[in-house]
C-alpha cells in the first residue's frame, strides 16, 4: 500500500512539454528522500486540460499542479509530500480555495463534463492491464462471452443508440448487425484509428489512456458479428499511441483475454496492428481497408458495402476508438443507461478537441444536446485577450463553420447537418474577429485537394477548379458571378464524388459562403479583407498624427519600403512593401495600421 | 496529390542494409498486405526509398516494381528523397494554422532557403510541413526530429535553427 500517488500526465501534449522528465525527477527524488516505498509515481493518459501542461496531480488529496517544471519537482516532493504542505503557487488556480483545494470536479473546465469514452483516461497506468482490470476491464467480454447470445448483445448495442463518433453516426448496432447476417467463414473487424482531421486528437488520447477499452471492444464486436480477427489501423504520426497498444496488446495475449478459446470458451480473437502512411482518404472505410491490404489506399464503389464484402474480401465492421470506447460501458451498465444520456437522436457522449482561440485548449467530453456556449464560454474559458468569438468550425476538413448567432444550438448529429456542419470526429476549432472565413475556406479546400486520391473527376478536379475560384476571392481578383459558380460547383461536386472526401469537401465553401457572404463580398467588390488576413488585399499605412519619426520601422524593414526624415512623420512605398508586418511589430507608438 | 520528385542524390546503400531489409521482408512477405510493413521498414533502414530500395523489396515480395512505386508515391510519408540530419515539421493542423503556423513555416522557408520537401545544400536540414500532430494545446507546434516546439512566434525561428547549427 502506497499512502500517496503522484499521476504524471504522459499523454502527447504534455509529453511534448517534458513530462517524460518530470517523471524521472519524481522518482529520483522520492528514492532520494526515502520515499519511494510509500509514494507511487504513475504515468497516465491524457487529463484534458492541455492548455496547462504538463500536468500532475498528487491523491489523496487531489492537488492538481500545472505548467510543472522538472525544477518543481524537489519543491512538490519535500513540501507537499515529505512535509504534508500543498505548493499553491503551482496549483491550477482554479482549484485554489480559502479552505484548501477545490476538487477538479468543480472546475469550469470539468463540471459540465461527463466522462464515458475518456473514463479512464488520466486514471489509471495504460500500460498495466491489472489497473484496467481493477476497473472492471474485460468483465464486460466475460459477460458476453459466458451469458449472452451474438445475437444479444447486437440487440443491446442497438438499443442503446449508439451511433458511430467517426463522423458521419451511422447506428453502430445496425452495422454489426449487417455483418452478422453475410455468411462468410471468415470475417474481420477493425478499428479506424486514423484520425486524420487536422485539430482532433480524441482518438488519439483513448488509445494513449486507456488502450484495453478499445481491445475488449473489438472482441465484443468480433463475438457478435461472428469474427476471430482483426485490425486497428492507426496513423504512424502517434508513437505513443502506437507503442501503448503494442503492449496493451501483448498482455491481453498473456492474460489469454486475446487468443484461443477466451474465458474458457470456444471463442477466438487476435489483434494486428497496421500502421498508416500519411494519407486522409484511408479515414474512409473502404479505402482503408485497401491500406490494410498493402495497396494504394482508394476507395470503392459501395454496394457491395462492407458489412457484405469488405477487407480481403469478407464481410467486415469497421467502427472509430470513440465508439468502440463505450462499448463495454454499455454492456456492463445496460442500454437504457447509455440511452438516458443525451438528445432523442443522438445517446451519449461526444468528446472534442478544443482548439484554436479559446483559453482551455484541450479534450471535454459532454453530453450531446450542450451548446456550443457551453463549451465555448463555460468549459473552454472563452476567447483569450478580449477578442470576441466569430465562429467554430467541426468536422474538420468535412465540415463547416457555425457562426456566433447559432451558438446556442445543441451539438448532436442531426443539429449539426442541418445548420450546414457536421460532427465528424470531433475537432472544434475557435475562432475570433481576426480569423478571415475565406481564407479558412481556402486552408481547408487546400488540405482536401492535396488529399483527393485523384479516383473520380469530381472530386480531383472539381474541387480543384474550386480551390482557383477562392484564389481569386483572396486576391480580389473575383467577380460577384464567381461567388454564384462557386456555389454551384459545390454542390455538383458533392452529389457526383464517389467517397465521403469529394462529398463533403466543399462544406467549408458552402458554410462560410452561406453564414459569411457579405465577407466574401467585402474581398469581391471592396477588394478588402474586413480580418486582414488576406496579404493581396491589405496595406500598411502610417498614422502622420501618431508618428513621432524615431525611424525604428525603417530600420527594421526587410525590403527598405519605409522612408522619410527623423522626427518627421514616416511613410509607406506601398508598391515595395510585402506586407510582412515586421514594421507593425516594431512601432511602440502604434502608428502603423494595416486595412 | 503532390507531384513526384525523383531523388538525384547518389544512392549509398550498403550491404548490411540490404541484408537487413530482406531478412525483415522475407517474414513480412508471409502476412496478408504485407507491402506497406514491408516498405516501412524499408525507410526505417534507408531513411528514404529511392528506386534501388523499391526494387528489392519489389523482388522479394514478389510483386512488380509498378505495384511498390504506385504504393510508395500515394502516400506522404514515404519518401523518395533523403532527409536530411534535422527534420524540421512545422504543423499545419487547422488549430496550429488558425494561431499562425503559416507564417512560421514561410519564415522556415525564407531562412534556410529551401522549399517545402526539400533538404539544404549540406544535408544539414529538411522541411516539411506536417499534418496535426496531436498536441493541440500547445498551438503552433513544430518538430525537429523528435524534439517537440510549441507555443512559437515567428521571432523564434532563428533561434530553433542556430540551435542545430
Same mark, same amino acid.
Given at each position: 500500500?502506497?499512502? $500517496? ?23 529520483? *527524488? ?16 491524457? #487529463? ?103 445475437? *444479444? ?24 448487425? #449487417?455483418?452478422? @447476417? ?25 488509445? *494513449?489512456?486507456?488502450?484495453? $477499452? ?7 464486436? /468480433? ?37 484461443? @478459446? ?6 477466438? #480473437? ?49 467502427? @472509430? ?82 457562426? /456566433? ?9 442531426? @443539429? ?58 483572396? !486576391? ?18 458533392? *452529389? ?25 463580398? /467585402? ?17 500598411? !499605412? ?54 | ?32 498486405? %504485407? ?53 524540421? %515539421? ?32 549540406? %544535408? ?42
Amino acid at each position: 500500500m502506497y499512502r $500517496a500517488h503522484i499521476l504524471v500526465c504522459g499523454g502527447t501534449g504534455c509529453s511534448s512539454s517534458n513530462s517524460k522528465e518530470i517523471f524521472a525527477k519524481f522518482e529520483s *527524488e522520492l528514492k532520494a528522500a526515502g520515499l519511494d516505498k510509500e509514494v507511487k509515481t504513475i504515468m497516465t493518459g491524457c #487529463f484534458g486540460l492541455c492548455a496547462l501542461g504538463p500536468v500532475v496531480v498528487v491523491y489523496p488529496e487531489g492537488a492538481f499542479y500545472s505548467q510543472v517544471k522538472v525544477e518543481d519537482v524537489p519543491e512538490i516532493v519535500s513540501e507537499h509530500l515529505l512535509k504534508g504542505r500543498i505548493v499553491t503557487r503551482l496549483l491550477y488556480k482554479e482549484t485554489v480555495a480559502e479552505t484548501g483545494i477545490r476538487s477538479l470536479s468543480e472546475t469550469n473546465f470539468y463540471k459540465k463534463q461527463h466522462r464515458v469514452a475518456l473514463k479512464l483516461c488520466g486514471v489509471i497506468n495504460p500500460e498495466n492491464i491489472d489497473e484496467y482490470i481493477a476497473y472492471d476491464g474485460y468483465q464486460a467480454l466475460a459477460k458476453v462471452l459466458t451469458e449472452m447470445t451474438p445475437q *444479444e448483445v447486437i440487440d443491446v448495442i442497438s438499443k442503446s443508440g449508439l451511433r458511430g463518433r467517426g463522423g458521419a453516426g451511422f447506428p453502430t448496432g445496425r452495422k454489426w448487425q #449487417f455483418a452478422r @447476417n453475410s455468411v462468410s467463414d471468415k470475417k474481420y473487424v477493425c478499428c479506424n484509428a486514423d484520425e486524420g482531421d487536422p485539430g482532433a486528437f480524441m482518438d488519439r488520447s483513448v488509445l *494513449e489512456g486507456d488502450p484495453h $477499452a478499445v481491445i475488449e471492444a473489438m472482441a465484443i464486436a /468480433a463475438y457478435a458479428i461472428g469474427s476471430d480477427q482483426g485490425y486497428v489501423y492507426i496513423r504512424a504520426e502517434y508513437p505513443i499511441a502506437v507503442q501503448r497498444l503494442q503492449i496493451a496488446i501483448k498482455q491481453a495475449r498473456e492474460y489469454g483475454l486475446l487468443g484461443k @478459446n477466451i474465458f474458457g470458451t470456444d471463442f477466438n #480473437f487476435d489483434l494486428d496492428i497496421r500502421l498508416g502512411a500519411g494519407a486522409f482518404v484511408c479515414g474512409e472505410e473502404t479505402a482503408l481497408m485497401t491500406s490494410i491490404e498493402g495497396k494504394r489506399g482508394e476507395p470503392r464503389v459501395r454496394p457491395p458495402f462492407p458489412a457484405v464484402k469488405g477487407l480481403f474480401g469478407q464481410p467486415t465492421i469497421l467502427n @472509430n476508438v470513440e465508439t468502440y470506447a463505450n462499448v463495454a460501458q454499455i454492456i456492463l451498465n445496460g442500454p437504457e443507461w447509455f440511452a438516458s444520456m443525451g438528445t432523442e437522436k443522438s445517446k451519449g457522449t461526444k468528446v472534442f478537441a478544443l482548439g484554436g482561440k479559446i483559453t482551455n485548449t484541450g479534450l471535454v467530453e459532454i453530453p450531446m444536446g450542450t451548446t456550443l456556449r457551453e463549451i465555448v464560454e463555460d468549459i473552454g474559458g472563452g476567447i483569450p485577450n478580449g477578442k470576441k468569438f466569430k465562429a467554430a468550425q467541426t468536422g474538420g476538413p468535412s465540415g463547416g463553420c457555425i457562426p /456566433a448567432s447559432l451558438i446556442d444550438t445543441p451539438i448532436d448529429y442531426d @443539429n449539426l447537418l442541418a445548420i450546414g456542419s457536421m460532427m465528424g470526429s470531433g475537432g472544434l476549432i475557435v475562432m475570433d474577429e481576426d480569423t478571415c472565413m475565406v481564407d479558412i475556406a481556402k486552408f481547408f479546400l487546400e488540405f482536401t485537394v492535396e488529399e483527393s486520391c485523384g479516383k473520380c473527376t469530381p472530386c480531383r478536379i472539381g474541387n480543384k477548379r474550386l480551390l482557383e475560384m477562392l484564389e481569386k476571392v483572396t !486576391s480580389g481578383r473575383a467577380t460577384m458571378e464567381d461567388l454564384d459558380k462557386m456555389e454551384k460547383l459545390c454542390h455538383y461536386i458533392k *452529389e457526383n464524388s464517389l467517397c465521403g472526401l469529394g462529398q463533403t469537401a466543399p462544406n467549408p465553401v458552402l458554410s462560410t459562403l452561406r453564414y459569411f457572404r457579405e465577407e466574401y463580398e /467585402a474581398h469581391v467588390r471592396d477588394k478588402r479583407c474586413p480580418a486582414g488576413v488576406c496579404k493581396k488585399l491589405i496595406t500598411y !499605412s502610417i498614422d502622420p498624427t501618431k508618428c513621432i519619426g524615431c525611424s525604428k520601422c525603417a530600420r527594421n524593414c526587410p525590403v527598405e519600403a519605409i522612408h522619410g526624415e527623423i522626427k518627421k512623420p514616416y511613410t509607406i512605398d506601398t508598391s515595395k512593401c510585402i506586407k510582412c508586418g515586421a514594421c507593425i511589430d516594431q512601432c511602440r507608438f502604434k502608428a502603423i495600421s494595416k486595412k | 496529390m503532390s507531384k513526384i520528385k525523383v531523388s538525384n542524390v547518389p544512392f549509398t546503400g550498403t550491404p548490411a542494409q540490404e541484408q537487413k531489409l530482406r531478412e525483415a521482408l522475407a517474414e513480412l512477405k508471409e502476412i496478408p498486405g %504485407g507491402l506497406m510493413p514491408a516498405l516501412q521498414k524499408a525507410q526505417e533502414i534507408y531513411g528514404y526509398l529511392p528506386i534501388e530500395v523499391q526494387k528489392i523489396v519489389a523482388d522479394v515480395m514478389d510483386v512488380s516494381l509498378e505495384e511498390v512505386f504506385g504504393v510508395v508515391t500515394f502516400y506522404a510519408q514515404f519518401s523518395l528523397n533523403p532527409k536530411g540530419r534535422y527534420k524540421i %515539421g512545422v504543423c499545419l493542423g487547422t488549430a496550429c494554422y488558425v494561431k499562425g503556423s503559416g507564417d512560421i513555416f514561410e519564415a522556415f522557408k525564407q531562412q534556410l532557403g529551401i522549399d517545402a520537401g526539400q533538404c539544404t545544400e549540406d %544535408g544539414k536540414f529538411s522541411l516539411d510541413a506536417t499534418r496535426c500532430i496531436g498536441c493541440c494545446g500547445l498551438a503552433p507546434v513544430l518538430t525537429v526530429n523528435e524534439d517537440v516546439y510549441g507555443k512559437l512566434t515567428t521571432d523564434d525561428v532563428a533561434g530553433i535553427i542556430a540551435k542545430y547549427h
